[in-house]
């Protein structure tokens, strides 16, 4: 049976079709996304929730001229369907496909690129201001939701774009109750007791038409307004909260129906200041298994989605290792459980980072601030002024966000305070907003940081032990994905500050490695000997600040051959600083340093195994390096 949505190519073809098209066309999109995505993987119950009105949106609106902006992108798959990347679906995420975000690059109907939630309110105003002086009569909608609403920079955004009392500028709040894991805080509070409806937006409209035409007397109409606002302040928290900012609110609007959605919004395009559209929305919609467990479903692999379970390798093999983030979940939860002055925090992250063990476990000493990195930062300094123990679990990406907290709040004060930065290094699919490729140059500039890096899952418990043992700020770094399966010993000790471990001894050259890429040097190591017969020293760095300055400078002057080895960008990393080390005490090399690491580019997702070698730290590329260093003239005879 040929569907519906064979026909549509792009957003323009959605405007012509009745009420009842609509509806199917959600609904044949829906389908094709729960068939694609059980193959694919990728960001699904967010897409699903937002299906309804994403058909909505592209009906009403003339993108891509009127600018429809996505907060996050974790809401963006229908919207690719319908912009012409329906085709493309299969290869998301994938090397060479498209992304898993929104891109500007990638078509012209992405009108800004987003990873990172609570951007899209902002990115509007900024573009209402322009179109206002070059094409006025486009519209601006930016839709936010998914949990990005609990991010202070939207408020901000908010209250500005009231301020300017911006026209032809929509927000559309997609409330499904969630950000990745439930929403957390007031504002969510509010939301829940929303009871304000389309038609009460439309009685009030209709009056002040009525007392602007002059058939309503001033002192009626200002008694009716201020009755109306004490009503509304009594019923109505959303309202109250968005019109205090300058906002036409309307709503709330069930988002999975088209009729009362397309309604709300065009009823939007009519106000002269800035509107606020709140559409209710189910996370999973459609899918029931994601219905149930939206967290779970948030993003997925690949799954059967008749039994709703996903799907396992074929392959026969041994359990696989743990992951980091699970050994980091662990370990927190051993030691806090001894130690009462442990404090987990986390950015609406706390699956993500492994806090939701310790929530079940020990709920008292766990804080979701939502997606408020900059307050999880300073809240954590305001808990280690008072003798507390502070771990903010977030991923390296995310860091980014609270830098001058970092900055002023923490190392100024030289509080103890723990940053365990899951996703430290390339992340794979999620491409270019969410790799953790930059911790190192942005951190160790700060004066009396501890930055530390683990080449297994074992080390990680001690370093986590470590790091809690230290009266000043601490960087704890480590990979997404599996650990490398090693025994992980009972009991914790600590590992000596800034001090490095030869993991075996050479003669012909020496690699200087950061984290778990010390097992490519290895294996690097293994195969120099193998097939050359030449002996590789490879040292665990295992601290980026302080640097084992003795054993890195002793070390380099036996070997004519050196080479760094991180999974980090080469511009301020690990590599960068053995290179000021070395320069500062007049080392001179034969060779000239190697640096092995994330090249000077915003890596685009893949695997992980796919970025490394993409970027030249594969175990091939630092054999090869090594051979051709080594052995130029065996290699051109066997070439």
């Known amino acids: 049976m040929t569907k519906l949505i064979d026909s549509l190519n792009l957003p323009e073809d959605l405007r012509s079709l009745e009420l009842d098209k609509l509806e ?58 319908i912009t012409g990347r329906r085709h493309l679906m299969p290869g998301i995420r994938k ?29 509007a105003v900024g573009m209402r201001i322009a179109l206002d002086r070059i094409d006025p009569e486009r519209y601006v909608i930016a839709v936010i939701g998914d949990g990005s609403l609990t991010a202070g920079m939207a408020f901000e955004a908010l209250n500005h774009a009231g301020d300017l009392g911006l026209k032809r500028f929509i927000v559309v709040l997609n409330d499904n109750e969630m950000s990745i894991a439930p929403n957390v805080g007031a504002i969510s509070w509010l939301f829940s007791r929303a009871v304000t409806s389309s038609p009460s937006n439309l009685a009030r409209n209709s009056f002040k038409s009525l007392y602007r035409r002059g058939f ?3 002192i009626v109409y200002k008694f009716i307004d201020r009755a109306e606002e004490a009503a509304q302040g009594f019923f109505a928290g959303p309202a109250m909260l968005f019109e205090a900012f300058g906002f036409r609110y309307i709503g709330p609007v069930d988002g999975h129906n088209i009729s009362e959605t397309t309604r709300a919004l065009k009823h939007a ?35 059967d989605r008749k039994k709703g ?36 925090i986390t950015a609406a992250m706390p699956s993500g980072t492994g806090l939701d063990r310790m929530q079940q476990e020990l709920p008292n000493q766990v804080f979701d601030v939502g997606i408020c990195e900059q307050h999880a930062v300073t809240m954590a300094a305001g808990l280690a002024c008072e ?22 709040d923490v190392c100024v004060q030289k509080l103890p305070v723990v940053f365990a930065m899951d996703r430290g290094g390339v992340v794979g699919n999620d491409g270019e907003t969410h790799q953790g490729v930059f911790d190192i140059a942005y951190l160790r ?38 650990g490398e399966g090693v025994k992980l010993d009972d009991e914790f000790y600590e590992i000596p500050i800034g001090k490095g471990e030869v993991l075996r001894r050479g003669q012909d050259a020496l690699i200087l490695a950061l984290g778990p890429v010390v097992y490519y040097a290895l294996k690097a190591a293994d195969r120099a000997l193998e097939e050359l017969g030449r002996s ?57 340093l190697k640096r092995f690491g994330v090249k000077d580019q915003f890596v685009a997702h893949a695997s992980q195994a796919e970025q490394h070698a993409a970027n030249g730290y594969d175990v091939e590329s630092i054999f090869s390096y090594i051979a051709r260093q080594l052995e130029p003239r065996k290699l051109a005879a066997a070439g």
């Open 95 to 123: 090397k060479g496909g498209i992304s898993g975000f929104l891109k500007r690059s990638e078509s012209k109907y992405d009108a800004f690129g987003a990873g990172h939630a609570g951007t899209s309110i902002s990115a």
């Open 309 to 344: 379970v996903f799907i396992s390798s074929n392959r026969k093999k041994a359990l696989p290792a743990p992951s980091y983030t699970s050994v980091f979940s662990k370990t927190l939860c051993r030691l806090a459980k001894k130690d009462g002055r442990i404090i987990g």
């Open 24 to 81: 199917q066309v959600a609904s044949e999109l829906r389908e094709e996304l729960i068939e694609t995505v059980s193959c694919t993987g990728g960001h699904f119950a967010s897409s699903l929730g937002a299906t309804e009105l994403t058909v909505a949106l592209h009906s009403v609106f003339n993108t891509p001229d009127d600018r429809l902006i996505w907060d996050v992108g974790h809401q963006g798959y229908i919207h690719k369907m």
């Open 387 to 408: 003798g507390y123990r502070p771990v903010v679990a977030i991923y390296s990406t995310f860091l980014q966000r609270a830098y001058d907290q970092v900055v002023h």
């Open 269 to 303: 395009r009519e106000q002269d200041i800035p509107v606020l559209v709140h559409a209710y929305t189910t996370k999973g919609k459609g899918y029931q298994p994601a219905e149930s467990d939206p967290v779970k479903w948030h993003g997925v692999k690949p799954f």
């Open 445 to 482: 500039t700060l004066p009396g940081i501890v930055l530390m890096a683990p080449r297994d899952e074992n080390q990680l418990q001690h370093m986590l032990y470590t790091a809690l043992s230290c009266n000043q700020p601490v960087a704890l770094r480590y990979p997404r994905g599996n």
């Open 536 to 592: 590789v020293t490879v040292i665990d760095a295992r601290f980026a600040k302080p640097l084992d300055r003795d054993l890195i400078l002793s070390e380099v002057r036996k070997h004519q051959l050196v080479c760094t080895l991180e999974d980090h960008a080469l511009m301020g990393g690990f590599g960068s600083a053995v290179s000021e080390l070395l320069l500062d005490n007049g080392l001179a090399l034969k060779h000239p």
């Open 216 to 218: 309503v007397p001033e």
